[in-house]
């Protein structure tokens, strides 16, 4: 099993540029979570899926920030524009059916901003 | 709403020696409990989960973790220390009643292993 595959790894940008982070789920699995890491918040969920479906995006911090999961093996997390203040790593995870609570982490990608 | 906190940003423990990771949580009904570690550079990885049945939970790589209802915590443990145990450690809760799937994680712990 290949795991959470996101590409990028790595992300340098300019302020105003627009970012598409992108995950491919674990086969099989029917939930996708996306989530944001900093030094200074923590580990923060973002917005998840379920068969494709945005469940709650609550996490989004604005506007800027959209996701889509066009089918089961795909998803994409954009920032237009990109902010300095959205730097930080940001991680896809999926999860099998009946088991959300059980996420498998990708490596992340580490996107800066300046 | 829920919410988990970690009180010690980082832990050192001599090889050999047990160790303890601390985390209590904070939600309206009852608890789903997880702790998942995170090695430099890569994802987080899960350890070991509470749902219910016994309080002492076994995980991944010999660690384990009790859940304390009156005390609301859900502390890690190993009997024996690894270097290789040196990571960042995250606890997570979920709310069995609630309408979402997300979890919500702690700020993490860093555990130091020192030979």
């Known amino acids: 099993d290949a795991g959470v595959i996101q590409s990028p790894r790595h992300e340098v940008t300019e302020m105003g540029q627009e970012v598409t982070l992108r995950c491919k789920p674990i086969?099989?699995?029917?939930?996708l979570f996306w989530y944001r890491q900093t030094m200074m918040r923590g580990l923060e969920l973002l917005i998840y899926?379920?068969?494709?479906?945005?469940?709650?995006d609550s996490g989004m911090p604005e506007d800027r920030f959209s996701a889509k999961m066009p089918n089961a093996s795909f998803s994409t997390l954009k920032i237009q524009p990109s902010e300095p203040r959205d730097s930080a790593v940001y991680f896809c995870?999926?999860?099998?059916?009946?088991?959300?609570?059980?996420?498998?982490f990708g490596p992340g990608t580490r996107l800066t901003v300046t | 709403a829920q919410s988990v906190a970690q009180p010690e940003d980082q832990v050192n423990v001599a090889e050999g020696n047990p160790l303890t990771v601390k985390c209590t949580y904070s939600?309206?009904?009852?608890?789903?409990l997880f702790w998942y570690v995170q090695y430099p550079n890569r994802g987080l990885q899960f350890l070991l989960k509470?749902?219910?049945?016994?309080?002492l939970v076994k995980g991944s790589y010999g660690f384990e973790a009790e859940f304390n209802k009156s005390q609301t915590s859900f502390h890690l443990k190993k009997p024996s220390a690894l270097v290789s145990d040196s990571a960042l450690y995250f606890c997570?809760?979920?709310?069995?009643?609630?309408?979402?799937?997300?979890?919500?994680f702690g700020k993490g712990t860093h555990l130091i292993i020192q030979p």
């Open positions: 995870a999926s999860s099998k059916p009946g088991q959300p609570y059980e996420q498998y």
């Open positions: 086969s099989g699995h029917n939930s």
């Open positions: 899926f379920n068969n494709n479906v945005p469940i709650d």
């Open positions: 939600v309206s009904g009852n608890p789903y």
């Open positions: 509470y749902i219910t049945g016994d309080n």
């Open positions: 997570a809760v979920r709310d069995k009643g609630g309408g979402a799937d997300g979890l919500t």
